[in-house]
């Protein structure tokens, strides 16, 4: 009996509570707002995220190379240490491409579905 009266003394704050919560209104999807309208269309994002993906696995294949071969073939410390720093940048650069490309294929997405929001793009299925 006593859970059953605690359970209700912890929910009905909430209950009350929560009807005084203003309501969120979400934009109407076929408004688009100006920067909307003047920013990249998807396909460019993707074309964006392509090259970014193409640039940051070439950067790190290289950085990775840099890094293993000096780590294997040279045996003078003073001489393997600026090699591996270089290599270690270049692979971290790479990834900030990487993570850029995998930013703007999510940006493409987003920007499909307002594009078929709108009824500009996509299919269209009549019930």
Do not use: C, H
Request: proline share 3%.
């Amino acid at each position: 009996m006593k859970k059953i009266i605690l359970l209700i003394l912890l929910v009905f704050p909430l209950y009350m509570f929560g009807n005084d919560l203003p309501k969120i209104e979400k934009p109407d999807i076929n408004q688009f707002s100006g920067s909307m309208m003047r920013s990249k269309s998807s396909g460019e994002y993707l074309q964006s995220a392509s090259k970014n993906l193409l640039i940051g696995t070439g950067l790190f294949v290289v950085g990775a190379s840099a890094v293993t071969l000096s780590a294997t073939l040279l045996n003078d410390y003073n001489a393997q240490q600026p090699v591996l720093i270089l290599g270690g940048l270049t692979s971290l650069a790479g990834l900030v491409f990487s993570v850029k490309g995998y930013i703007d294929i999510g940006k493409a997405g987003k920007r499909l579905n307002y594009e078929i929001g709108a009824g500009r793009a996509g299919l269209v299925f009549n019930w």
